[in-house]
């Protein structure tokens, strides 16, 4: 079994920064690839970024490329997605994933409870 667990989450002005992690801890993550995802209300879930643990090569989806920034602590077990100049449209329950890899929830098998990022103008 693995457990992730996000922080980081809150509210944050139109424009600004905010930083989520998400801590892993179970099994060795070095063979997965961490995935976060975003929910917003009434909306599907949404792959946001993804990071290959084992070699750090890094995945956006258009929405967040050039803003957000996915990296991995492998000391800590940590996975991080930086967020800046957010806008609106980012306002969304933030989950990180644990899996194979790709655009896909289906192909992650370990989820956090997720984290909430409330964006205002």
């Known amino acids: 079994q693995m457990q992730l667990v996000e922080n980081g989450g809150g509210a944050v002005q139109a424009g600004g920064s905010l930083r989520l992690s998400c801590t892993t801890s179970?099994?060795?993550?070095?063979?997965?690839?961490m995935g976060w995802f975003r929910q917003a209300p009434g909306k599907e879930r949404e792959w946001v970024a993804s990071?290959?643990?084992?070699?750090?090569?890094?995945d956006y989806a258009d929405s967040t490329k050039g803003r957000f920034t996915i990296s991995r602590d492998s000391a800590t077990n940590t996975g991080y997605l930086q967020m800046n100049d957010v806008n609106a449209e980012d306002t969304a329950v933030y989950y990180c994933?644990?899996?194979?890899?790709?655009?896909?929830?289906?192909?992650?098998?370990?989820w956090g409870r997720g984290t909430q990022v409330t964006v205002s103008s």
């Open positions: 990071i290959n643990w084992r070699f750090g090569s890094t």
């Open positions: 994933a644990a899996g194979v890899g790709g655009h896909s929830s289906r192909r992650y098998n370990y």
């Open positions: 179970g099994r060795p993550f070095i063979s997965h690839v």
